[in-house]
Every structure is written in C-alpha cells, then in structure tokens.
C-alpha cells in the first residue's frame, strides 16, 4: 500500500463526501480510492468511514484522523510548492475567517484583483464574528475588528476603524437633530449592537477635548451584525453608530447625515490574527500583504 496516496484518497473521500468525487480530484478510478481507503482502515485497524448507499461520514476515529492528517498534507504540499516558481505564483487553498461587514464591504469587492495576482490560488471565506479554533477548524488565518486578548494567538494589527454616528432624514425630520450627546440618551432611538454569545450592548463612546461621554439610551432594535445594523439604520429605526467605511456612501448619497462632527469616538484596531507556531505559509504571506495594501488603499491603513 502506498500509504502517503492512500491518506489523501481518505482525505478527498471526507472533503468531497464521495468516492466517485475523490477519484475524479484525485484522478484516479473509483475502485482504486475504493482499495485505498479499505487498505488504510486495514493498517490502522479501524473502521474511519460509515458508507451507505446515499452517503459516506467519517467515524468518531476518522475525523480525529482526518483534523490530524489533513494539517500534514497541507503542510507537505506547502513544503513541496516553497521551491520554484510558487514562491511568486502561490497555489493550492487559503481558509480564512472574516466579519460579514469586512467581508461585503471591504474585502470581496477587492478579491478581483487578488485573484488577477495569484489566479492558482482558491479561497475559502468564513463568514462569522464568533471565535474560530484556528487549528481544529483548520483556518490559516482571521481577520478580526476589536482588541486581540488571547496570549496563544499571534495578531499583525493592519489598521483602525473610525466610527461615525449618523441617521436618516427622515427619521431627523421626525425626532430632530441631536446637538449632544445627552441628547441620545433621553430624546432618540439607537439602534443597538450586541453581541450573541453574551447579549451584552456596548455604550456609544463620545469624546471632544476632555469631555468624554458614554451613551446608552433608548432603543428599539438591537442587532448582532453590522450589515443588519446598516440596514435598519436606513430603514430609519434610529441613530446608528457604525465604522465608518460601511457608512461613508450612504453619507455621500445623501441616505445618511453625519451627527456630532465635533465628537469622535475612539478607533477599533483591525488585525490579522494566525496560531503561533505556524509555518506562515506563502499563501497567508500574500493574502496578508495584500489585506494591508487594501486596508491603506481605504484609509484605515496604519
């Protein structure tokens, strides 16, 4: 048994869920991955997958094989790519984690001219503000607004997120334009972020010279994620304080008005974040230089 070729037949099987989808990625017949995998659990003297006639699954033991086999397959098409030409024409998959705002705003209207730069690579986008386990969920790498608190993760901080608070004009036909910040507190709706895991709000955060003021208020909507907070902030539900960079053409178009100019709120760092201990493969290395190019191309660029 060639044991290298029969773990990426049992990898093909679990990523692609088929026999008949293995061997074609694999190119090789559906009998041959067949044999393989059957010679793999005969080695190993465990049964990895559960076959039916619809489906096929990995066992309790496969998939602890397949988290563990599949980071050495990676890491051995990494070692196999570093030399000649895929040092400037990087191949292979990149998985990254992002929020759904960085990824719809900033990041996937640019992935066109990443993908003019490096056509060989694929990139696999996770959508979601919740923790990602870099390693067990097989991420190369996040991008993450807010302070970084976790000691076992590496984070490059690429920029800062200004943030603006704004409303439509209708709704400031309606409730009127606030000249303070009290005025949040006791006159206006917000439209409140929070976060799932733990429904906590955060205070709106305003300062001008010395004077710093939190802001809690009244609301009508809370929201978990920025996309649903810019929408609602443009249904005319409230006062919205949102980054900047998701408000800034809606502001130019007239469907939002800036309020308070002469208050700011405090920047959020934007980071890259990656597992220690990890051979920063070439893919992450361009897809994080160009994430800081991007990140200065807008304006957030440290």
Request: aromatic content about 6%; glycine content about 8%; overall charge positive.
């Given at each position: 048994?060639?044991?290298?070729?029969?773990?990426?037949?049992?990898?093909?099987?679990?990523?692609?869920?088929?026999?008949?989808?293995?061997?074609?990625?694999?190119?090789?017949?559906?009998?041959?991955?067949?044999?393989l995998?059957?010679?793999?659990?005969?080695?190993?003297?465990?049964?990895?997958?559960?076959?039916?006639?619809?489906?096929?699954?990995?066992?309790?033991?496969?998939?602890?094989?397949?988290?563990?086999?599949?980071?050495?397959?990676?890491?051995?098409?990494?070692?196999?790519?570093?030399?000649?030409?895929?040092?400037?024409?990087?191949?292979?998959?990149?998985?990254?984690?992002?929020?759904?705002?960085?990824?719809?705003?900033?990041?996937?209207?640019?992935?066109?001219?990443?993908?003019?730069?490096?056509?060989?690579?694929?990139?696999?986008?996770?959508?979601?503000?919740?923790?990602v386990?870099?390693?067990?969920?097989?991420?190369?790498?996040?991008?993450?607004?807010?302070?970084?608190?976790?000691?076992?993760?590496?984070?490059?901080?690429?920029?800062?997120?200004?943030?603006?608070?704004?409303?439509?004009?209708?709704?400031?036909?309606?409730?009127?334009?606030?000249?303070?910040?009290?005025?949040?507190e006791?006159?206006?709706?917000?439209?409140r972020?929070?976060?799932?895991?733990?429904?906590?709000?955060?205070?709106?955060?305003?300062?001008?010279?010395?004077?710093?003021?939190?802001?809690?208020?009244?609301?009508?909507?809370?929201?978990?994620?920025?996309?649903?907070?810019?929408?609602?902030?443009?249904?005319?539900?409230?006062?919205?304080?949102?980054?900047?960079?998701?408000?800034?053409?809606?502001?130019?178009?007239?469907?939002?008005?800036?309020?308070?100019?002469?208050w700011k709120?405090?920047?959020?760092?934007?980071?890259?974040?990656?597992?220690?201990?990890?051979?920063?493969?070439?893919?992450?290395?361009?897809?994080?230089?160009?994430?800081v190019?991007?990140?200065?191309?807008?304006?957030?660029?440290?």
């Amino acid at each position: 048994m060639d044991q290298f070729l029969a773990v990426r037949a049992f990898t093909a099987v679990v990523e692609t869920g088929s026999f008949v989808k293995a061997a074609n990625a694999l190119e090789l017949p559906r009998n041959t991955v067949t044999k393989l995998v059957q010679a793999l659990e005969a080695h190993l003297r465990v049964k990895l997958l559960n076959r039916t006639t619809r489906r096929v699954s990995t066992t309790n033991d496969g998939t602890a094989y397949y988290e563990r086999m599949a980071r050495l397959i990676d890491e051995w098409q990494e070692a196999d790519l570093a030399l000649g030409s895929a040092q400037s024409n990087p191949r292979g998959k990149l998985r990254v984690d992002m929020g759904a705002t960085i990824a719809t705003v900033l990041v996937i209207p640019a992935l066109p001219e990443f993908q003019r730069r490096y056509p060989d690579l694929q990139i696999d986008i996770g959508v979601s503000d919740r923790p990602v386990d870099l390693l067990g969920d097989r991420v190369d790498c996040v991008v993450r607004s807010g302070v970084i608190t976790d000691p076992s993760l590496i984070a490059r901080q690429i920029g800062d997120m200004p943030f603006v608070t704004t409303a439509t004009p209708g709704y400031l036909r309606k409730h009127g334009v606030p000249k303070h910040p009290s005025d949040l507190e006791n006159d206006h709706l917000l439209i409140r972020y929070f976060f799932a895991g733990t429904g906590r709000k955060l205070p709106i955060e305003l300062v001008r010279g010395n004077e710093r003021i939190n802001v809690n208020g009244r609301h009508f909507v809370g929201i978990n994620d920025t996309n649903a907070m810019l929408a609602a902030g443009l249904a005319g539900l409230g006062v919205m304080h949102s980054p900047a960079f998701i408000a800034e053409q809606h502001i130019a178009s007239g469907l939002l008005v800036p309020l308070l100019r002469d208050w700011k709120a405090d920047s959020v760092p934007l980071s890259i974040v990656y597992a220690p201990n990890r051979h920063l493969s070439t893919r992450v290395r361009v897809f994080v230089d160009w994430m800081v190019e991007l990140i200065r191309e807008r304006g957030l660029g440290r």
